[in-house]
């Protein structure tokens, strides 16, 4: 539990500064829409990780649990990512995002296999 939510709050501390990086530091609009973009989901899937937490707390050892925990990771690092280095570095590695994506969609669909698998 402990750990879910250290990189629920890492994340969410990063989805912020790259907010405010995206308000105060890029000039294009393109890579301003790009990091606003990757700030919220990754803000999203920030809290999403606090709601993991919670459930390994509550159903301790459920591998659907922790499998949605290590895809919303997953999907942070390779769409929030990808689409951040984009905007900042101008490198665009086009196969990731769209893995990102479906990673963020499987963590969601463990998570509603955890909450039909676990027991309270």
Do not use: K
């Amino acid at each position: 539990m402990r750990l879910w939510i250290f990189l629920a709050a890492v994340n969410g501390v990063l989805a912020l500064a790259a907010g405010a990086y995206a308000a105060h530091g890029v000039s294009e609009p393109q890579n301003v829409m790009l990091l606003e973009q990757a700030s919220r989901y990754q803000m999203v899937h920030a809290l999403a990780l606090f709601g993991v937490a919670w459930l390994a707390d509550r159903w301790p050892g459920s591998p659907p649990v922790r499998l949605a925990g290590m895809l919303f990771l997953a999907g942070i690092v390779l769409f929030c990512g990808t689409l951040s280095l984009h905007a900042i570095t101008g490198l665009y590695l086009r196969a990731l995002p769209p893995v990102g994506g479906i990673a963020f969609m499987g963590g969601w669909v463990a998570l509603a296999w955890a909450a039909l698998r676990e027991r309270s």
